[in-house]
């Protein structure tokens, strides 16, 4: 007899669609053959989704002899066939009229994390659900078929990835801790990292649960099987694209309001021990635009269009939400690692540098002590055009520090206990669990990962790359040794396992550059470590270049649209403009619906930051009224007074000079021969358990690193670097109408401003040309003429305002 519900827990991974004039049916069963399921979708209503899952779990033959009774009584109208095979609903679309079912055709195996299957799709086919009988003309019309053919531009074939066990949207570390508390069975597609929560959102909430849908992951995932003298272990590694304020490359830029950054992607790379089942290891990092207003035109006549700060936050509370994000998701500390540009002719990523410095110097203000950011920044591009320049050793020094401030999630060695047991399901490949006598625990010797490492350059692509390859060398060599298959924690880097993991590593960077640029990764120091002739790598990066500005200029736009409508940030409506006669998509990102039906799952602490002092408890940064008046906009000088004080300290000192001769911090930065701590650098206490081999000399008296090694680091030969140098920024149009929420263009006091604006535009307060050194120096230094003018000129404009009130 057929059994009504069917009890436990299985997951549905082979499926036959059937069609009926009136009904699809969709016959699946999970792998063992044991539960065999039907879902009905009605084909009747033109508009309408209709789902009905029938509660009964069959057999194999009890499911055939229900198909069989189907066919017999439709008969009349054409009788039961079968329309294709598939392994997984990707989800359902409506556009204008009918909806479309979005199925996995054909899949293939790429890789398996702790026995559960890992798959990548190789075809997908769209169907649409109404009976062709019952559609109006509105099914067929050219705006219709644009929105099918633009939905059918995102190709799923490429870096999208699903299991049907284990939650691949989630860190390794999350799962194996969720896997002995007895999590929920449903997988959370409302996480961050599934790109078709939106598409699944009906037929979720309709059935109750996510046994017919795959979650599809988009980013990269490899894997490799290594072996040290024998010892046979799995390497993974794991992109995740964050599917908030996603887009390409000039499309999207910076943080949106909602604190969410263009080209988030969190990195996990994993070791498992494959002679030792359960003995794992993992860690996570992240990159992600800089979190202020900005952004880049792409132009058909500039390959490199100028950066443009849409907008002056003063209190820079959207980078806020962004680094609170962080905090939930990863815990603290969250160390940055920004690798811009210091020093240009023209003013670009210079701009950016310094008020990102200037943004984590003010939220550090409003932080405690042990939740402050950690500010690392270190021009990448200046160091690497040395001949002699190791960029790989000074970044394996950076990973070094952040890994001792961060941890890595090592799941213990295996040890016994007498009792009856039942072994969590992570550990057996999803299969049934089992009892015994001897209980194997994992938890022995465990340590967990809180905190993590975020890096960024312009792209968040190519020198982010390299950065986080020297990070996984790091990292990789304590992993190896915490799960015993090393006696040492490092990997030498002209060895066989780095080469395999630099790969792995410039595969990556080429999937997600594809991704967000157009082009694969821009690279010299990969090649270069390969022993590859320059020229030849020269002609690569050229041709790289050619392409990566055809996309930004050509096709990006497309892309953007076929990525709107696939997320459900745009979802089509009677009487609204067509996606593509938008002139921005900025609101949908903030505003839309893939805002709006989504909450993100929140992130337990993990059980190291729970178990710790209650001065380390994760909470939201303050948001007090206090906070948010205590600087009004008028007070250039006092805000630059507090958050460039932190910055200060950036000095270089001499005996000729006792008192120090302090410069702007860009200036005196370049000067320095290691990365510069700005804020957050570690005080070395005593190292843990599992360190790098040559321990770090203690810490100098100062707190941010001057012209000496930094942090005990022995620096391999350099370029010199000029001692002076002349930084002037253009003035920016960041202090106009962007600044006034709620105004309306032609009212007296929107012109009055505007016309204010452009009186006093040459005399940026902000603009720090020649007299840099006098203006961090003095503490005392008043803005005169131009800090009267704006606080009498935004005096009368509070007065126009209530006027036009």
């Known amino acids: 007899m057929p059994t009504p519900g069917g009890g436990g827990s299985y997951s549905l991974e082979k499926f036959k669609l059937y069609e009926t004039q009136s009904w699809f049916y969709l016959v699946a069963r999970d792998s063992e053959k044991r539960h065999w399921r039907i879902l009905k979708i009605d084909r009747t209503e033109p508009a309408e989704l209709n789902i009905v899952e029938d509660p009964v779990v069959y057999t194999k033959h009890e499911c055939a002899g229900s198909l069989q009774r189907v066919a017999e009584g439709n008969k009349a109208t054409g009788g039961l066939h079968l329309v294709t095979k598939a392994y997984g609903i990707v989800g359902f679309i409506k556009f204008r009229e009918s909806h479309y079912m979005l199925l996995v055709s054909k899949r293939r195996q790429i890789g398996s994390l702790c026995g559960h299957a890992v798959y990548a799709i190789d075809e997908n086919q769209l169907l649409t659900v109404p009976h062709p009988t019952v559609q109006t003309e509105v099914a067929a019309s050219k705006t219709e078929l644009r929105y099918r053919k633009l939905l059918s531009s995102v190709d799923l074939t490429k870096d999208f990835y699903f299991s049907y066990t284990y939650n691949l949207m989630h860190t390794l570390q999350r799962n194996a801790l969720e896997a002995g508390e007895g ?5 959370p597609y409302d996480n961050m990292f599934v790109w078709n929560a939106f598409l699944t959102l009906g037929i979720r909430r309709r059935l109750g649960n996510t046994r017919w849908t795959v979650a599809l992951v988009h ?9 040290i003298y024998g010892h046979v272990f799995s390497l993974t590694l794991i992109a995740r694209r964050s599917r908030h304020f996603a887009g390409t490359r000039y499309l999207k830029r910076g943080v949106n309001d909602k604190g969410r950054v263009a080209n988030d992607v969190e990195t996990e790379q994993i070791v498992i021990d494959e002679t030792k089942p359960g003995l794992m290891s993992s860690v996570v990092q992240n990159r992600g635009s800089i979190p202020l207003f900005w952004s880049q035109e792409a132009s058909r006549l500039s390959p490199k269009p100028d950066i443009v700060l849409q907008r002056y936050d003063p209190v820079y509370l959207a980078t806020k939400l962004h680094f609170e994000d962080l905090s939930r998701r990863y815990g603290d500390p969250i160390i940055i690692l920004n690798l811009i540009k210091t020093v240009e002719k023209r003013p670009r990523e210079m701009m950016l540098r310094r008020e990102f410095a200037t943004a984590v110097g003010y939220l550090n203000q409003i932080l405690p002590e042990e939740r402050r950011l950690k500010f690392i920044h270190w021009d990448f591009h200046k160091f690497a055009k040395s001949k002699s320049a190791n960029v790989l050793a000074v970044l394996g020094a950076v990973a070094t520090e952040a890994l001792d401030l961060t941890g890595f999630y090592y799941s213990g060695r295996p040890w016994k206990e007498k009792k009856k047991f039942q072994r969590p399901s992570l550990y057996t490949g999803g299969s049934e669990t089992a009892s015994s006598s001897d ?18 350059c312009i792209d968040c692509l190519d020198r982010t790359n390299v950065a986080q390859y020297a990070y996984g060398l790091a990292a990789l060599g304590r992993q190896l040794h915490s799960v015993g298959i090393t006696n ?3 990997v030498d880097p002209d060895s066989t396992i780095a080469a395999a993991l630099m790969d792995m590593y410039q595969n990556m960077g080429d999937a997600l550059a594809l991704q967000y640029g157009g082009s694969a990764a821009h690279n010299t120091v990969f090649p270069e470590r390969h022993g590859r002739w320059k020229a030849t790598t020269q002609s690569q990066e050229f041709l790289k270049s050619i392409k990566r500005y055809y996309s930004n200029t050509y096709t990006d736009g497309e892309k953007q649209d076929a990525m709107n409508l696939f997320l459900g940030y745009f979802q089509p409506q009677e009487g609204k403009p067509a996606l593509w006669d938008l002139d921005s998509d900025y609101y949908l990102h903030v505003a839309g619906c893939g805002e709006e039906l989504f909450e993100d799952f929140v992130l337990k602490p993990s059980p190291k930051v729970e178990a710790s002092s209650s001065k380390t408890t994760i909470s939201k940064l303050s948001t007090s009224n206090d906070e948010s008046t205590r600087l009004k906009l008028t007070s250039f000088d006092k805000i630059m007074q507090v958050t460039s004080g932190l910055l200060k300290v950036v000095c270089t000192q001499s005996d000729s000079d006792p008192k120090g001769t302090c410069t702007a911090p860009d200036a005196a930065e370049v000067q320095l021969k290691s990365p510069n701590w700005l804020f957050g650098q570690r005080k070395h206490e005593e190292p843990p358990a599992v360190v790098a081999s040559e321990p770090l000399q203690k810490e100098k008296q100062s707190e941010v690193s001057t012209e000496d090694d930094w942090v005990g680091l022995v620096m391999p030969s350099e370029q010199d670097v000029s001692d002076s140098l002349s930084l002037t920024t253009e003035s920016e ?20 401003y505007a016309q204010f604006c452009e009186q006093v535009g040459s005399v940026n307060p902000f603009d720090r040309g020649t007299d ?21 000129a935004l005096a009368e404009f509070d007065e126009l305002c209530a006027l036009d009130s």
Not at 439 to 456: A, E, F, I, K, P
Request: proline fraction near 3%; hydrophobic fraction near 30%; charged fraction near 25%.
């Open 772 to 792: 840099e050194t006098d203006y961090f120096c003095d503490n005392n230094q008043d803005d005169g003429d131009v800090a009267s003018a704006m606080e009498a």
């Open 488 to 490: 040492v924690p490092r």
């Open 439 to 456: 209980t194997v625990n994992y938890d022995r010797g465990r340590t967990l990962q809180s905190g993590v490492l975020r890096t960024n």
């Open 183 to 187: 999590a929920d069975s449903n997988i």
């Open 219 to 227: 980013g990269h995932f490899e894997q490799a099987k290594l072996s």
């Open 733 to 752: 149009k960041w202090y106009g109408s962007d600044l006034l929420f709620g105004t309306v263009e032609n009212s007296p006091a929107y012109l009055h």
